[in-house]
């Protein structure tokens, strides 16, 4: 179950940039290259898997550090002009020869494994409730990674972050200075909306996009359309109008509202039940973990699938403010194809070590 989900997920999503590439087609694009590549991306993801099948939690613990130092240094690359990658108005992507990725994938992928390790040290029974155990070390990487996101700017990334930081922290050490953190947060994110004019054009497009529908409301409206011509059982793949002219993004960030339209209500329901069964499945080898550190780093690993999706599916249906998360496992891309699946193989891992330690 914990490979099949994905495997269905990434399927759906296959079908979906499909269905959107033939369209593009009609255009003089190739209709076979979108899909292709996607295909590509799920077998390089696993791939990364497999790979990751091999490392015993002692392996992750003893390179947590250097894996997290690693992906913070390709975070910070990404802000130097002339090495990060700007794409609409944002420095988030770096590029090796024949592939462009996103460091904030590996970012989520690291910070799970070196939270978990740090929080089950030896004395964090003592540091339990203690505002020194929040600040090393949750708060410590809450800034040295949040810092480089905003500077991106990347306000859905550092949310994220954020987020699975804070629920590792409370399933360690309890909930005393989180719930602070949460407020001050809170805080802080009304603050940087109200200081960025494109945050708060945002923020006031979410609020109510029919005030700009041509401009800044556009997006959220299209999307929303799009869900209400899929109605119950959607206008049939490769029968949606929304995604060919009007729906942005709609092989990346948009992908729930297309698939909303071609399958309706009950596609999207089937997706949301599949990441359902995923976590409850998660939660199985979280509560089966034999040690501290695989149960807390079972629980990164699944927020960091689970918090994307959320954030996703709230922005495309107007729940909260847009911020440009992909949908995991089926949104178009390869960095967080590849770093989802490699997410997986860690689970896998902590389940077949806890059987044999059992």
Same mark, same amino acid.
């Given at each position: 179950?914990?490979?099949?989900?994905?495997?269905?997920?990434?399927?759906?999503?296959?079908?979906?940039?499909?269905?959107?590439?033939?369209?593009?087609? @009609?255009? +003089?694009?190739?209709?076979?290259?979108? /899909?292709?590549?996607? %295909?590509?991306? #799920?077998?390089?993801? =696993?791939?990364?898997?497999?790979?990751?099948?091999?490392?015993?939690?002692?392996?992750?613990?003893?390179?947590?550090?250097?894996?997290?130092?690693?992906?913070?240094?390709?975070?910070?690359?990404?802000?130097?002009?002339?090495?990060?990658?700007?794409?609409?108005?944002?420095?988030?992507?770096?590029?090796?020869?024949?592939?462009?990725?996103?460091?904030?994938?590996?970012?989520?992928?690291?910070?799970?494994?070196?939270?978990?390790?740090?929080?089950?040290?030896?004395?964090?029974?003592?540091?339990?409730?203690?505002?020194?155990?929040?600040?090393?070390?949750?708060?410590?990487?809450?800034? @040295?990674? +949040?810092?480089?996101?905003?500077?991106? /700017?990347?306000?859905? %990334?550092?949310? #994220?972050?954020?987020? =699975?930081?804070?629920?590792?922290?409370?399933?360690?050490?309890?909930?005393?200075?989180?719930?602070?953190?949460?407020?001050?947060?809170?805080?802080?994110?009304?603050?940087?909306?109200?200081?960025?004019?494109?945050?708060?054009?945002?923020?006031?497009?979410?609020?109510?996009?029919?005030?700009?529908?041509?401009?800044?409301?556009?997006?959220?409206?299209?999307?929303?359309?799009?869900?209400?011509?899929?109605?119950?059982?959607?206008?049939?793949?490769?029968?949606?109008?929304?995604?060919?002219?009007?729906?942005?993004?709609?092989?990346?960030?948009?992908?729930?509202?297309?698939?909303?339209?071609?399958? +309706?209500?009950?596609?999207?329901?089937?997706?949301?039940?599949?990441?359902?069964?995923?976590?409850?499945?998660?939660?199985?080898?979280?509560?089966?973990?034999?040690?501290?550190?695989?149960?807390?780093?079972?629980?990164?690993?699944?927020?960091?699938?689970?918090?994307?999706?959320?954030?996703?599916?709230?922005?495309?249906?107007?729940?909260?403010?847009?911020?440009?998360?992909?949908?995991?496992?089926?949104?178009?891309?390869?960095?967080?194809?590849?770093?989802?699946?490699?997410?997986?193989?860690?689970?896998?891992?902590?389940?077949?070590?806890?059987?044999?330690?059992?």
């Amino acid at each position: 179950m914990e490979v099949i989900i994905p495997l269905v997920l990434s399927g759906c999503g296959l079908v979906m940039i499909s269905s959107l590439s033939l369209r593009n087609s @009609m255009a +003089g694009g190739n209709p076979y290259l979108a /899909p292709i590549r996607q %295909g590509q991306f #799920i077998g390089l993801g =696993i791939t990364m898997m497999l790979c990751c099948l091999a490392f015993s939690s002692n392996t992750l613990r003893r390179n947590s550090g250097k894996l997290f130092a690693a992906s913070w240094i390709l975070l910070l690359l990404t802000l130097i002009p002339g090495i990060g990658i700007k794409v609409g108005g944002a420095r988030r992507w770096l590029a090796v020869p024949g592939f462009r990725f996103q460091p904030l994938e590996i970012i989520l992928f690291t910070v799970p494994i070196f939270m978990a390790d740090r929080l089950t040290d030896d004395d964090s029974v003592m540091k339990r409730g203690n505002f020194h155990s929040f600040v090393r070390p949750t708060l410590m990487v809450i800034l @040295m990674t +949040g810092i480089p996101l905003m500077f991106q /700017p990347n306000l859905g %990334g550092t949310i #994220i972050v954020t987020a =699975i930081c804070f629920i590792m922290h409370i399933e360690r050490r309890g909930w005393r200075w989180p719930m602070m953190g949460i407020i001050g947060g809170a805080a802080a994110v009304v603050f940087l909306i109200l200081i960025a004019p494109y945050r708060m054009r945002r923020f006031n497009a979410f609020w109510d996009p029919w005030s700009d529908p041509t401009n800044t409301g556009f997006q959220i409206i299209q999307g929303l359309v799009a869900f209400a011509n899929g109605a119950l059982t959607g206008v049939g793949i490769g029968h949606g109008l929304q995604e060919e002219r009007y729906l942005p993004e709609a092989e990346t960030d948009y992908i729930f509202p297309a698939i909303g339209e071609e399958f +309706g209500l009950v596609g999207t329901m089937f997706l949301l039940l599949m990441y359902a069964l995923w976590t409850w499945r998660a939660y199985y080898i979280y509560k089966n973990a034999k040690t501290p550190f695989m149960k807390s780093l079972a629980l990164g690993l699944t927020a960091s699938v689970i918090f994307p999706m959320f954030v996703n599916v709230a922005g495309v249906t107007k729940l909260m403010p847009l911020t440009g998360i992909p949908m995991p496992f089926i949104s178009a891309g390869g960095s967080s194809m590849i770093f989802m699946w490699a997410k997986v193989g860690l689970l896998m891992s902590i389940k077949m070590e806890s059987k044999q330690s059992k």
